[in-house]
């Protein structure tokens, strides 16, 4: 068996880069629309040790990296209170929606910081290129309906029922290592983030 030990130390140190981020949209945009739960929480910050989930951040993105079956990984959940949430459960679909959307954004900037060291400081720029993958890679797995990821939120927001939530909830975990590293959903998604990573290069370019 072939372990992918590089590839694995990169991935977790970006996904902890970009989980700061990610998890602070979610309790920005929450604060915003008037729920103060997140900030009570402390988790309006960007300071990454704030979001971090051992098993989502670090032990499960490490495995599935080291192993190559895929890449499996999310931040400590940003607690919300719809009731608290102008709009309700649509106020928490654009709550779901603000960490995937951060993600599109910071691939853009380190899109950015690629280009503009890739002569002067080439490994930082590959570094870069790959997190620009990662980090459209996790918009697009995050919008999975499958709990605990933010798209679960938007079944929520359409209304469907909380005993059907709660049945899938029990089976998320292994729905989300099903979706990728069995299936061939994975790699999908791995080639739409490389497709969108070629396409925000080549336009910064």
Do not use: C
């Amino acid at each position: 068996m072939h372990f992918q030990l590089q590839a694995a130390i990169t991935n977790v140190l970006l996904l902890w880069i970009l989980t700061a981020p990610h998890e602070f949209a979610h309790a920005w945009v929450a604060t915003l629309l008037g729920d103060d739960t997140p900030r009570r929480d402390g988790r309006v910050t960007l300071y990454p040790l704030a979001h971090v989930d051992w098993l989502g951040t670090a032990i499960l993105p490490f495995a599935t990296s080291l192993f190559g079956g895929g890449f499996l990984g999310w931040g400590k959940p940003v607690r919300t209170d719809p009731s608290k949430l102008k709009g309700g459960l649509n106020g928490l679909a654009l709550v779901a929606l603000a960490g995937p959307f951060s993600n599109v954004v910071f691939a853009v900037v380190l899109g950015v910081v690629a280009v503009a060291t890739a002569q002067a400081l080439p490994a930082l720029a590959q570094f870069a290129a790959r997190g620009v993958w990662l980090s459209l890679y996790l918009a697009i797995f995050n919008l999975l309906p499958v709990p605990p990821l933010d798209g679960s939120k938007l079944l929520l927001a359409a209304r469907i029922p909380m005993a059907v939530y709660m049945e899938i909830s029990r089976f998320g975990f292994m729905l989300l290592i099903v979706a990728v590293s069995v299936s061939d959903f994975g790699r999908w998604m791995s080639e739409w983030s490389y497709w969108g990573a070629r396409t925000i290069l080549g336009v910064l370019q």
